[in-house]
């Protein structure tokens, strides 16, 4: 079935180094793509998009990367605080609209 | 601007009932979407609405159906509620050419 599928369940890191969070994806005609912050009980909080005629976006604090050559996404935070504690899914859009999510990663920043 | 909003925040409902779940877009947008969550899961599209109707529809049976009003507001209903329909139940809002998509608070359901 479609999917889009993120590398690791959990990422541990210390407070104010930097994070990156990987992602593949499998629909090649996608053309793009979205990473969420999903805190405890609240929604998905978009974060960055990127389009799929580029290679890199930066954001505040944030870079996504894309690698359409083997499908990989990334999202790279720098700096983390404990306010970035959360799930991180990446989501690709379809021709149609829709959104396909991976399982996410939870990010844990240790003070 | 207030973002997308989602009504009811949390309800408690037994096998076999019907529920309504409630979602207004953000402001300026006019396209909806639904998701289904369930614990631990990314979300599943369900189904999204433009100019009042349902313009696609993901993997999700009969049983849950919904409406877009003239105001773009929208609502989902599902049916004859099964125990697997617990999750959280994510409303998304758009324009119909915009990239950008926004996710509500969601609601709550409990299926018990």
């Known amino acids: 079935g479609e999917s889009v599928g993120l590398h690791l369940p959990t990422l541990s890191v210390q407070e104010g180094d930097n994070s990156i969070i990987n992602c593949a994806y499998s629909?090649?005609?996608?053309?793009?793509f979205i990473w969420y912050k999903q805190e405890s009980g609240k929604g998905p909080q978009f974060i960055i998009d990127?389009?799929?005629?580029?290679d890199k976006r930066q954001g505040q604090r944030v870079t996504v990367l894309l690698n359409k050559t083997v499908k990989h996404l990334s999202l790279q935070i720098a700096a983390t605080q404990p306010g970035d504690s959360a799930v991180y899914f990446c989501?690709?859009?379809?021709?149609?609209?829709?959104?396909?999510f991976g399982q996410g990663t939870t990010l844990q920043v240790k003070p | 601007d207030a973002g997308v909003t989602q009504s009811p925040t949390h309800l408690i409902k037994t096998r076999g009932q019907q529920v309504t779940l409630r979602c207004s877009p953000k402001?300026?947008?006019?396209?909806v979407s639904w998701y289904q969550q369930a614990l631990g899961q990314g979300p599943q599209f369900i189904f999204q609405y433009y100019e009042e109707e349902e313009r696609q529809r993901g993997n999700f049976p009969d049983r849950f159906s919904g409406h877009q009003f003239p105001n773009y507001s929208s609502e989902l209903n599902v049916n004859a509620l099964l125990l697997g329909d617990s999750a959280l139940y994510l409303c998304?809002?758009?324009?119909?050419?915009?990239?950008?998509?926004?996710f509500g608070e969601g609601s709550w359901l409990t299926v018990v």
């Open positions: 402001s300026g947008h006019d396209t």
């Open positions: 989501a690709e859009r379809s021709n149609t609209g829709k959104l396909i």
């Open positions: 629909n090649s005609a996608s053309d793009y």
């Open positions: 990127i389009r799929s005629n580029m």
């Open positions: 998304a809002s758009s324009l119909p050419s915009g990239n950008t998509i926004y």
